[in-house]
């Protein structure tokens, strides 16, 4: 293949700006916060469902609470009414008043083990409260965090697309005075030869695989015309002169 000089020095800029595009996107596309994100939000969800379950937990002991609650006051009514027929003195018999005497004791006991129960259940409520003030609180952490690191993603996002947007401009125009063949082999090569398809020969060395030609390949391609397209013989990548060649 045959392509005037300046196209296939042309080429070489052509490639830097693909590198740099290759760069960006790579740049995007492994951003730190991405990550960050994705494990803040991993955990945000994960304290959302904690907090919920918490909070059932909570209102089933409420609910516990206020039936003990009501237990209690049903006892203590029961009792108190016992108690002013006892003292009323409308206690008839001594068999009367020796049942009414041993309901009393009864209703103490189950007032003492519902006092009991109340209070335990009084105590996994605060515990349980506890735990919900803590999770609220991280839970408020994790939101900052995450709004701080989708502030930063997308000031990177938008920076990464100026500079995608400017490189790609600059390629279109370069790209666009080179011989379609040539652009075609080079687009081919790119795409087998993980992302550079030219590379300028450097004081005898590919700068594609960085390897120093031969004497008899240096001969060689001091020999060539200018306009033919020269490749490594190595890579296969497009060889390009530059002053810098050693030839
Ligand atoms: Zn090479």
């Known amino acids: 293949m045959n392509a005037a000089p300046e196209d296939q020095l042309r080429l070489l800029d052509v490639q830097e700006l693909d590198s ?14 991405l990550a960050e994100i994705e494990a803040l939000s991993a955990r945000n969800e994960s304290l ?3 907090i919920v379950r918490a909070e059932t937990e909570d209102s089933d002991l409420g609910r516990e609470q206020a039936k003990v609650d009501a237990d209690v006051e049903q006892v203590r009514s029961r009792m108190q009414r016992d108690q ?4 009323g003195g409308q206690v008839g018999s001594p068999k009367e008043l020796e049942n009414l005497q041993s309901e009393i004791e009864s209703l103490h006991r189950r007032q003492t083990e519902l006092e009991d129960a109340e209070l335990e259940v009084m105590e996994q409520r605060e515990s349980i409260q506890n735990r919900l003030d803590l999770l609220r609180k991280e839970l408020t952490g994790v939101e900052a965090s995450l709004a701080a ?8 996002f938008e920076e990464i697309a100026a500079e995608t947007e400017k490189a790609m401009a600059q390629r279109q125009e370069t790209a666009a005075s080179i011989a379609e063949d040539l652009l075609a082999l080079y687009t081919k090569l790119r795409a087998s ?9 450097h004081r ?4 594609g695989c960085h390897l120093q030609l031969n004497t008899t390949d240096v001969n060689r391609l001091r020999d060539a015309p ?3 397209v020269l490749r490594c013989e190595e890579c296969r990548r497009i060889l ?3 002053a810098e060649s050693g030839l």
């Open 226 to 228: 200018a306009d033919e």
């Open 149 to 156: 690191a989708a502030q930063r993603r997308d000031a990177a």
């Open 20 to 33: 740099t595009l290759d760069r960006l996107e790579h740049r995007r596309a492994m951003l730190p916060e």
């Open 48 to 50: 959302a469902d904690d």
């Open 204 to 207: 005898g060395a590919c700068q």
């Open 193 to 201: 030869s993980g992302g550079v398809g030219a590379a300028a020969l």
């Open 84 to 87: 002013q027929r006892l003292d």
């Open 240 to 242: 390009v002169r530059t």
